[in-house]
Protein backbone atom coordinates (compact mmCIF):
# COMPACT_ATOMS: atom_id res chain seq x y z
CA UNK A 1 0.00 0.00 0.00
CA UNK A 2 1.48 3.42 -0.81
CA UNK A 3 1.49 5.17 2.48
CA UNK A 4 2.47 8.62 0.90
CA UNK A 5 0.09 9.28 -1.71
CA UNK A 6 -1.41 11.82 0.27
CA UNK A 7 1.89 13.63 0.00
CA UNK A 8 1.65 13.95 -3.76
CA UNK A 9 -0.71 17.88 -2.82
CA UNK A 10 1.84 18.75 -1.78
CA UNK A 11 4.12 18.03 -4.04
CA UNK A 12 2.21 19.48 -6.60
CA UNK A 13 2.90 22.88 -5.05
CA UNK A 14 6.27 22.87 -6.08
CA UNK A 15 6.40 20.51 -9.40
CA UNK A 16 4.61 20.60 -12.26
CA UNK A 17 1.86 17.31 -12.05
CA UNK A 18 3.37 15.62 -15.45
CA UNK A 19 6.39 15.20 -13.18
CA UNK A 20 5.21 13.34 -10.68
CA UNK A 21 4.49 9.22 -11.03
CA UNK A 22 2.70 6.96 -8.14
CA UNK A 23 3.84 3.85 -7.43
CA UNK A 24 6.46 3.66 -10.61
CA UNK A 25 8.44 0.63 -11.25
CA UNK A 26 11.88 1.12 -10.84
CA UNK A 27 13.03 -1.14 -13.33
CA UNK A 28 12.38 1.31 -15.70
CA UNK A 29 14.88 3.57 -14.39
CA UNK A 30 18.16 1.74 -13.42
CA UNK A 31 20.43 0.25 -15.94
CA UNK A 32 19.78 -3.25 -13.94
CA UNK A 33 16.41 -2.66 -15.57
CA UNK A 34 15.31 -4.38 -11.98
CA UNK A 35 13.51 -3.43 -9.00
CA UNK A 36 10.23 -2.99 -7.62
CA UNK A 37 7.99 0.25 -7.25
CA UNK A 38 8.60 3.56 -5.36
CA UNK A 39 5.80 5.44 -4.01
CA UNK A 40 6.14 8.66 -5.88
CA UNK A 41 9.01 9.23 -8.41
CA UNK A 42 9.93 13.46 -9.03
CA UNK A 43 11.24 14.61 -11.62
CA UNK A 44 12.53 18.27 -10.88
CA UNK A 45 12.85 20.61 -13.66
CA UNK A 46 15.57 22.49 -11.97
CA UNK A 47 17.39 23.30 -8.94
CA UNK A 48 15.25 25.59 -7.43
CA UNK A 49 12.52 22.33 -7.40
CA UNK A 50 14.78 20.46 -6.19
CA UNK A 51 15.64 22.53 -3.14
CA UNK A 52 12.07 23.29 -2.31
CA UNK A 53 11.11 19.46 -2.95
CA UNK A 54 13.73 18.43 -0.21
CA UNK A 55 13.23 20.70 2.58
CA UNK A 56 9.59 19.56 1.90
CA UNK A 57 10.62 15.97 2.97
CA UNK A 58 12.54 16.82 5.71
CA UNK A 59 9.67 19.42 7.28
CA UNK A 60 7.07 16.53 6.49
CA UNK A 61 9.93 13.41 7.99
CA UNK A 62 9.08 11.78 4.39
CA UNK A 63 11.88 9.65 3.35
CA UNK A 64 13.65 10.67 0.04
CA UNK A 65 16.27 9.47 -2.10
CA UNK A 66 18.51 10.82 -5.59
CA UNK A 67 19.31 8.96 -8.05
CA UNK A 68 20.83 10.54 -11.40
CA UNK A 69 20.36 7.71 -14.30
CA UNK A 70 20.69 4.69 -12.56
CA UNK A 71 23.32 3.42 -13.84
CA UNK A 72 25.24 1.94 -10.26
CA UNK A 73 22.34 1.31 -8.58
CA UNK A 74 20.25 -2.05 -7.23
CA UNK A 75 16.99 -1.46 -6.21
CA UNK A 76 15.30 -4.59 -4.25
CA UNK A 77 12.26 -6.31 -5.51
CA UNK A 78 9.82 -5.27 -2.94
CA UNK A 79 10.41 -1.32 -4.05
CA UNK A 80 11.08 2.01 -2.29
CA UNK A 81 8.90 3.57 0.52
CA UNK A 82 9.07 7.38 0.00
CA UNK A 83 9.79 9.59 -2.77
CA UNK A 84 12.47 9.18 -5.15
CA UNK A 85 14.19 12.11 -6.82
CA UNK A 86 15.58 11.61 -9.94
CA UNK A 87 17.59 14.66 -11.22
CA UNK A 88 18.08 13.80 -15.30
CA UNK A 89 16.51 16.99 -16.37
CA UNK A 90 18.70 19.19 -14.04
CA UNK A 91 21.30 18.92 -17.06
CA UNK A 92 22.62 23.02 -17.60
CA UNK A 93 26.21 23.18 -18.41
CA UNK A 94 28.06 26.60 -18.42
CA UNK A 95 31.37 26.90 -19.83
CA UNK A 96 33.98 29.90 -18.80
CA UNK A 97 37.58 29.55 -19.97
CA UNK A 98 38.66 26.50 -18.53
CA UNK A 99 35.99 25.99 -15.92
CA UNK A 100 33.08 23.83 -16.66
CA UNK A 101 29.63 24.26 -14.33
CA UNK A 102 27.47 21.47 -14.56
CA UNK A 103 24.10 20.71 -13.01
CA UNK A 104 24.19 17.00 -10.94
CA UNK A 105 21.65 15.12 -13.53
CA UNK A 106 24.15 15.83 -16.91
CA UNK A 107 25.35 12.75 -18.16
CA UNK A 108 29.25 12.22 -17.54
CA UNK A 109 29.55 10.68 -20.95
CA UNK A 110 27.59 14.64 -22.67
CA UNK A 111 29.84 16.47 -20.40
CA UNK A 112 33.25 14.53 -21.52
CA UNK A 113 31.79 14.63 -24.97
CA UNK A 114 31.02 18.54 -24.81
CA UNK A 115 34.20 19.57 -23.02
CA UNK A 116 36.17 17.95 -26.13
CA UNK A 117 33.93 20.58 -28.50
CA UNK A 118 35.87 23.34 -25.87
CA UNK A 119 38.93 22.06 -26.46
CA UNK A 120 39.51 20.99 -22.91
CA UNK A 121 40.89 17.82 -21.81
CA UNK A 122 40.66 16.32 -18.15
CA UNK A 123 37.33 14.39 -18.89
CA UNK A 124 38.16 12.12 -21.56
CA UNK A 125 38.24 9.16 -18.89
CA UNK A 126 35.18 10.05 -18.28
CA UNK A 127 33.23 9.31 -21.98
CA UNK A 128 32.45 5.91 -21.44
CA UNK A 129 30.56 5.87 -17.75
CA UNK A 130 27.06 6.37 -17.96
CA UNK A 131 26.39 7.74 -14.79
CA UNK A 132 25.01 11.00 -14.28
CA UNK A 133 27.47 13.84 -12.44
CA UNK A 134 26.03 13.79 -8.94
CA UNK A 135 26.24 10.08 -8.95
CA UNK A 136 30.19 10.13 -10.56
CA UNK A 137 30.74 12.87 -7.52
CA UNK A 138 29.67 11.35 -5.14
CA UNK A 139 31.04 8.12 -5.40
CA UNK A 140 34.56 9.36 -7.07
CA UNK A 141 33.73 7.65 -10.44
CA UNK A 142 36.99 6.74 -12.75
CA UNK A 143 38.09 4.92 -15.26
CA UNK A 144 41.15 4.43 -17.27
CA UNK A 145 43.63 5.83 -14.69
CA UNK A 146 41.17 8.57 -14.45
CA UNK A 147 38.87 9.96 -11.70
CA UNK A 148 36.60 12.63 -10.67
CA UNK A 149 39.01 13.82 -8.03
CA UNK A 150 41.68 14.83 -10.63
CA UNK A 151 39.23 17.59 -12.25
CA UNK A 152 36.66 19.12 -9.73
CA UNK A 153 36.78 22.45 -7.81
CA UNK A 154 34.11 22.31 -6.49
CA UNK A 155 30.87 21.49 -5.75
CA UNK A 156 26.68 23.43 -4.37
CA UNK A 157 25.27 20.66 -2.66
CA UNK A 158 22.41 20.60 0.12
CA UNK A 159 22.40 19.08 3.30
CA UNK A 160 20.36 16.43 5.22
CA UNK A 161 18.54 19.79 7.00
CA UNK A 162 17.82 21.45 4.13
CA UNK A 163 20.74 24.01 3.86
CA UNK A 164 22.79 25.08 1.09
CA UNK A 165 26.39 24.43 1.11
CA UNK A 166 29.59 24.89 -0.69
CA UNK A 167 32.41 22.45 -0.62
CA UNK A 168 35.66 22.86 -2.09
CA UNK A 169 37.59 19.64 -3.24
CA UNK A 170 39.48 18.98 -0.39
CA UNK A 171 35.65 19.52 1.62
CA UNK A 172 34.76 16.79 -0.78
CA UNK A 173 37.28 14.21 0.71
CA UNK A 174 37.37 11.83 -2.64
CA UNK A 175 38.59 8.96 -2.08
CA UNK A 176 37.99 5.57 -3.84
CA UNK A 177 34.46 5.06 -4.09
CA UNK A 178 34.02 7.64 -1.61
CA UNK A 179 33.35 11.27 -0.67
CA UNK A 180 31.93 13.49 1.98
CA UNK A 181 28.51 13.99 -0.13
CA UNK A 182 28.24 9.91 0.42
CA UNK A 183 28.89 9.83 3.97
CA UNK A 184 26.93 13.00 5.27
CA UNK A 185 24.00 12.25 2.85
CA UNK A 186 24.12 15.38 1.10
CA UNK A 187 22.65 16.29 -2.62
CA UNK A 188 24.65 17.19 -5.22
CA UNK A 189 23.08 20.77 -7.07
CA UNK A 190 25.92 21.62 -9.30
CA UNK A 191 29.80 20.97 -9.94
CA UNK A 192 32.60 23.17 -11.26
CA UNK A 193 35.37 21.10 -13.31
CA UNK A 194 38.94 22.89 -13.86
CA UNK A 195 39.88 21.68 -16.87
CA UNK A 196 43.01 22.59 -18.87
CA UNK A 197 43.32 23.84 -22.90
CA UNK A 198 44.18 20.82 -25.00
CA UNK A 199 43.87 19.93 -29.19
CA UNK A 200 40.80 18.46 -30.37
CA UNK A 201 42.19 15.91 -32.42
CA UNK A 202 44.11 14.86 -29.65
CA UNK A 203 41.38 14.59 -27.36
CA UNK A 204 38.87 13.17 -29.46
CA UNK A 205 41.39 10.50 -30.32
CA UNK A 206 41.67 9.24 -26.90
CA UNK A 207 37.83 9.46 -26.73
CA UNK A 208 37.72 7.32 -29.48
CA UNK A 209 40.70 4.65 -28.09
CA UNK A 210 39.02 4.54 -24.80
CA UNK A 211 35.55 4.04 -26.54
CA UNK A 212 36.74 1.03 -28.60
CA UNK A 213 38.28 -0.55 -25.44
CA UNK A 214 34.80 -0.54 -23.08
CA UNK A 215 33.31 -1.97 -26.58
CA UNK A 216 35.32 -4.68 -26.46
CA UNK A 217 36.10 -5.79 -22.75
CA UNK A 218 32.78 -4.93 -21.42
CA UNK A 219 29.21 -6.50 -21.81
CA UNK A 220 26.91 -3.41 -22.79
CA UNK A 221 24.88 -5.78 -25.01
CA UNK A 222 23.39 -6.76 -21.74
CA UNK A 223 21.34 -4.87 -18.63
CA UNK A 224 24.05 -4.42 -15.49
CA UNK A 225 25.38 -1.33 -13.21
CA UNK A 226 29.42 -1.72 -14.53
CA UNK A 227 31.51 -2.94 -12.54
CA UNK A 228 30.00 -4.90 -9.57
CA UNK A 229 32.42 -5.10 -7.07
CA UNK A 230 35.03 -2.75 -5.30
CA UNK A 231 38.77 -3.04 -6.66
CA UNK A 232 40.17 -4.96 -3.13
CA UNK A 233 43.43 -3.69 -1.80
CA UNK A 234 46.31 -5.63 -4.10
CA UNK A 235 44.13 -7.19 -6.39
CA UNK A 236 41.80 -6.94 -9.19
CA UNK A 237 38.08 -8.05 -8.75
CA UNK A 238 37.44 -9.99 -11.80
CA UNK A 239 40.61 -11.93 -11.60
CA UNK A 240 39.54 -12.87 -8.52
CA UNK A 241 36.18 -14.04 -9.53
CA UNK A 242 37.50 -15.56 -12.77
CA UNK A 243 40.49 -17.32 -10.57
CA UNK A 244 37.72 -19.06 -8.89
CA UNK A 245 35.94 -20.62 -11.68
CA UNK A 246 32.59 -18.36 -11.38
CA UNK A 247 33.09 -16.81 -15.56
CA UNK A 248 29.47 -17.84 -16.77
CA UNK A 249 27.82 -18.60 -12.84
CA UNK A 250 23.98 -17.81 -12.81
CA UNK A 251 20.86 -17.26 -10.58
CA UNK A 252 17.50 -17.28 -12.15
CA UNK A 253 18.06 -14.19 -14.98
CA UNK A 254 21.37 -12.39 -13.87
CA UNK A 255 24.45 -14.31 -14.83
CA UNK A 256 28.27 -13.46 -13.84
CA UNK A 257 29.49 -11.90 -17.79
CA UNK A 258 31.53 -14.46 -20.11
CA UNK A 259 32.81 -11.71 -21.32
CA UNK A 260 34.21 -9.27 -18.41
CA UNK A 261 33.66 -11.21 -15.15
CA UNK A 262 33.82 -8.25 -13.04
CA UNK A 263 30.51 -7.55 -14.11
CA UNK A 264 27.25 -9.05 -13.14
CA UNK A 265 24.39 -8.89 -15.70
CA UNK A 266 20.40 -9.33 -15.97
CA UNK A 267 20.49 -12.32 -19.32
CA UNK A 268 16.37 -11.28 -19.39
CA UNK A 269 14.02 -11.10 -16.39
CA UNK A 270 16.20 -11.13 -13.71
CA UNK A 271 15.03 -10.01 -10.06
CA UNK A 272 16.72 -7.72 -8.04
CA UNK A 273 16.58 -11.05 -5.37
CA UNK A 274 18.82 -13.21 -8.70
CA UNK A 275 21.72 -10.42 -8.24
CA UNK A 276 21.77 -10.47 -4.81
CA UNK A 277 21.70 -14.26 -4.50
CA UNK A 278 24.95 -14.20 -7.15
CA UNK A 279 26.45 -11.42 -5.33
CA UNK A 280 26.64 -13.33 -2.07
CA UNK A 281 27.61 -16.08 -4.04
CA UNK A 282 30.78 -14.76 -5.49
CA UNK A 283 31.45 -13.22 -2.39
CA UNK A 284 31.43 -16.62 -0.16
CA UNK A 285 33.40 -18.20 -3.36
CA UNK A 286 36.50 -15.41 -3.54
CA UNK A 287 36.78 -15.49 0.17
CA UNK A 288 36.75 -19.34 0.93
CA UNK A 289 39.58 -19.42 -1.82
CA UNK A 290 41.35 -16.52 -1.61
CA UNK A 291 40.47 -14.67 2.00
CA UNK A 292 39.36 -11.88 0.16
CA UNK A 293 36.25 -9.95 1.04
CA UNK A 294 34.63 -8.51 -1.95
CA UNK A 295 32.13 -5.00 -1.14
CA UNK A 296 29.86 -4.38 -3.93
CA UNK A 297 30.47 -1.38 -5.45
CA UNK A 298 27.01 -0.87 -6.98
CA UNK A 299 24.36 1.14 -4.02
CA UNK A 300 21.61 -1.29 -3.27
CA UNK A 301 18.07 0.17 -1.73
CA UNK A 302 14.89 -0.64 -0.97
CA UNK A 303 12.70 -3.71 0.31
CA UNK A 304 12.40 -7.31 -0.02
CA UNK A 305 9.28 -8.18 -1.63
CA UNK A 306 7.08 -10.01 0.73
CA UNK A 307 5.40 -12.26 -1.43
CA UNK A 308 8.57 -14.11 -2.35
Known amino acids: MNQYKDFRDKIELIIDPEDILIDEPMKKHTSFKVGGPCDILVTPKNCEQIVELIRTCIKQKIPYYIIGNGSNLLVKDGGIRGVIIKTSKLNRMEIEGEELTVESG ?43 SQVVKSAVVIDKKGQILELSKEQLELGYRKSSILEYGYTVLKVVFKLCKGNYDKINKRIQELTKRRIEKQPL ?58 IKIVQNSVSQKYGVQLQPEVRIIGEEDKIG
Not at 240 to 255: C, F, M, P, R, T
Open 106 to 148: ALLSSVSKKSAKFGLTGLEFASGIPGSIGGAVTMNAGAYNGEI
Open 221 to 278: EYPSAGSTFKRPDGYYAAKLIEDSNLKGSSVGGAQVSNKHSGFIINKGNAKAKDILEL
